[in-house]
Every structure is written in structure tokens, then in C-alpha cells.
């Protein structure tokens, strides 16, 4: 027990799953809450674009200015601005006063997502042992999924004469912060002198490999792809085709978790050894029926894309990730994971702009710009599969 107690990769961990489980309990359920408050679908994306590019300035800011040992403290500030704007929220549900409501939620989403990306570099104070990593991964996709799960159990059943809703949602959602802030306060940092970031150097080093920009260029436009479809998927699945939330959450969740186990089966049995194969089965395949969308303004062939997209989500991960990863320089890892994770935000910024724009028009419409951006992003993956090759023969 004692061992437990001083143990600061088990308080890590149990922060994960707590904050991992209060971003399942109501990240999903988020653009239902604002549609259920009277926001329009173009407002509610713009919202969510402009707190993601919003995020990525400040990402860079804790990356420039905040040194290791600070982290702690910049994450629990976060944590508890975060729990302050989802109690205004609450407050806020069914009123008229949609402009704060705006401007609330606009932070909300900001500061969930500058934790999930403090994360990691907290990790690299305490431990850098691959067998953390590991259990992250597990923790955080687990206890999330498991909040997911819970909400979707619960939604719309009566407790006590009170309707399980989406402010409900909000409101546990709370709480599991509340808990995961606890746990924060007591994992215990070492004291030590850590080497400030050096921008010019890590750019020095980028523009000598710049092949390291084209990867985060083909990572963004990927981004902008899944978003520019499942940029709102709740929204998308109960609005547009006519689902319950509870049977679209559990579509949404079960897919997931298939998405994950098949991602093991094929990095363990069908790897191709020529990425341009493995690069068809991920995208080649989602243009083609991005293709039949177009041509038969069908709503089938929507569902068909939608499954296809939550499949393949996780599966051939591997194909531009897995050297940038093993190939740069330890002291320039940290950076290019969140240039990675900047990229990932822009791109869904952009892709939920366009997926606000074309969401109420048909289905022909909707699916064009996915279209048009993945026939350039399937030529710009080509060229990086083929520069990689060049730069491992040398």
C-alpha cells in the first residue's frame, strides 16, 4: 500500500482514467447540448473550429514558455477553468443567453484539449519507460469509451422524477473532473533543471529534414477529411439521418472499439510490406465511395462511408507515423508530437468549418469537399510513401 501511495505513474494513471471517463461522459455528446440550446449547426462548428485553432496558439505558447516542472501547476489551472465553465454551462442550459453560452463552451473545448496534450510531456518528467506509454494508451482509450457506454446507457432514462439528459451529461462530467483534479495534487514531481526549449535549434533541425513538414501537411489534410464528414458525428447521425442519440452512441462506440482491435490484427497479420497497398485499404477505398456518394446522392452510400471511416480509423496508423516516430532525434521528439497534434487540431478546425457549411445541403453537396481534398491528399500521401522509401535506401 505504501508502495502504491508513493508510486507517481499510478496517480498518473488514475488521473488518466478519471479525466479519461469525464471526456466520454460528455466530449461526444457536446454539439447535441448546444443544438439542444438553440444553436445552429454552421454556429455550433464555427465554435468548435475557432477553440481548436485557439488550442494549437496556445499549445505553442506551453511549449515556448512553460518549462516541466510547471506543468503540474499550468494543468490543474487548466483543470479548474475547465470545471468552472462546465458549471457556468450548466447554469446557462435552456436560457437565452446564447452569446455566453458561445463564448463558455468555446473555452471549455480549449482547455480539454490542452490537457489531453499536457499529458504527455507530464509523463516524460515522471518516466520515459515504454510500459507507461503503453498503459496510457489502454487507460485513456478504456475509461473514455467507458464513460461513452455509461452515457449512452443512461440517456433518457428517469431517476428519481429527474430525465438522465445532456446536461446531466455535463454534470458528471464535472464531478469526474473534480476527482481527477484531486488525483493531480498528489502526484509528486521531481525538482529538477530541465533544459529550456530551444525554437531556433528544433526549426534549424525541421528545415534540414524537411520531409518532417510534408508528414505533418498529409497528417492535417487527413484531418480535414474525417472532419469535413465526422467533424459533428452525433449531430450528423441523430439530425441529418434520423437516429435516436442513444442508438447512434452506441453505433459510434461499437465501431470504435472494432476499430481498435482490427488496427492489432493487421499491424500483427495484414501488413502489407508495400505501403502504397496498405495506403489503398485506408483511402483509396473511402474515395472511391466518397465517388458513389457524389454520383448517386444516395443515402446508403452515406452510411456505407460513415461505417467505412469509423473502421479504418485506427487500422494502418502505421503507414507515415511509425518512421517519423523512430527516426527523429530524442531531444526533437517531444516538439514534432505536438506539431503532430497541432496538425490533427487544424486540420479537424477546417474539416468541422466545412462540415458546418455543407451539413444542411444534400448529400451530393455534403461529400463534395471530402471528395476534392481526398484525391489531393491520396497524390500528396503517394509522393511522402515514395520520399520515405528514397530517404531509408540512403
Not at 469526474?176 to 514531481?189: G, H
Request: charged share 10%.
Amino acid at each position: 500500500m505504501q508502495k502504491i501511495k508513493t508510486n507517481k505513474n499510478f496517480y498518473l494513471l488514475v488521473f488518466l482514467a478519471l479525466f479519461g471517463f469525464s471526456i466520454g461522459c460528455f466530449d461526444n455528446y457536446r454539439e447535441l447540448w448546444m443544438s439542444s440550446n438553440g444553436l445552429a449547426t454552421l454556429t455550433i462548428s464555427n465554435v468548435i473550429s475557432i477553440s481548436y485553432i485557439v488550442t494549437v496558439l496556445a499549445l505553442f505558447y506551453f511549449t515556448i514558455r512553460v518549462s516541466f516542472h510547471k506543468l503540474k501547476l499550468g494543468m490543474c489551472i487548466a483543470l479548474v477553468i475547465n470545471m468552472i465553465t462546465e458549471t457556468v454551462l450548466i447554469c446557462l442550459n435552456q436560457s437565452s443567453h446564447q452569446f455566453l453560452i458561445k463564448f463558455f463552451m468555446f473555452f471549455n473545448i480549449a482547455f480539454s484539449q490542452i490537457i489531453i496534450a499536457s499529458v504527455y510531456p507530464l509523463m516524460m518528467n515522471i518516466s520515459k519507460s515504454d510500459d507507461l506509454y503503453t498503459k496510457k494508451d489502454f487507460v485513456e482509450f478504456f475509461f473514455s469509451k467507458l464513460g461513452f457506454l455509461l452515457v449512452a446507457v443512461l440517456l433518457g432514462k428517469t431517476f428519481f422524477n429527474h430525465t438522465f439528459d445532456y446536461n446531466t451529461c455535463l454534470f458528471l462530467s464535472i464531478i469526474f473532473n473534480f476527482i481527477a483534479f484531486l488525483v493531480l495534487l498528489n502526484v509528486k514531481l521531481t525538482s529538477r533543471k530541465t533544459s529550456i526549449f530551444n525554437l531556433k535549434e528544433s526549426l534549424h533541425y525541421f528545415n534540414h529534414h524537411k520531409i518532417i513538414y510534408y508528414f505533418l501537411f498529409t497528417n492535417f489534410l487527413s484531418d480535414v477529411i474525417y472532419s469535413a464528414i465526422l467533424g459533428m458525428p452525433l449531430l450528423l447521425l441523430t439530425k441529418n439521418l434520423n437516429m435516436s442519440s442513444n442508438i447512434a452512441s452506441y453505433l459510434i462506440l461499437g465501431l470504435g472499439i472494432v476499430s481498435s482491435f482490427l488496427s492489432l490484427i493487421i499491424v500483427k497479420y495484414l501488413r502489407f510490406k508495400n505501403d502504397n497497398y496498405n495506403l489503398i485499404f485506408k483511402f483509396g477505398i473511402r474515395i472511391f465511395l466518397y465517388l458513389l456518394v457524389f454520383i448517386t446522392n444516395n443515402v446508403l452510400f452515406l452510411w456505407i462511408i460513415i461505417i467505412y471511416i469509423l473502421i479504418t480509423n485506427k487500422p494502418y496508423s502505421f503507414i507515415f507515423s511509425g518512421y517519423f516516430t523512430n527516426n527523429i532525434q530524442e531531444k526533437y521528439a517531444l516538439f514534432l508530437t505536438n506539431l503532430t497534434y497541432c496538425a490533427t487540431l487544424l486540420g479537424n478546425a477546417l474539416g468541422t468549418l466545412i462540415c458546418g457549411l455543407v451539413f444542411n445541403l444534400n448529400y451530393r453537396i455534403f461529400i463534395m469537399p471530402a471528395l476534392l481534398i481526398s484525391i489531393i491528399h491520396y497524390i500528396v500521401a503517394l509522393d511522402l510513401i515514395k520520399k520515405r522509401e528514397k530517404l531509408l535506401e540512403d
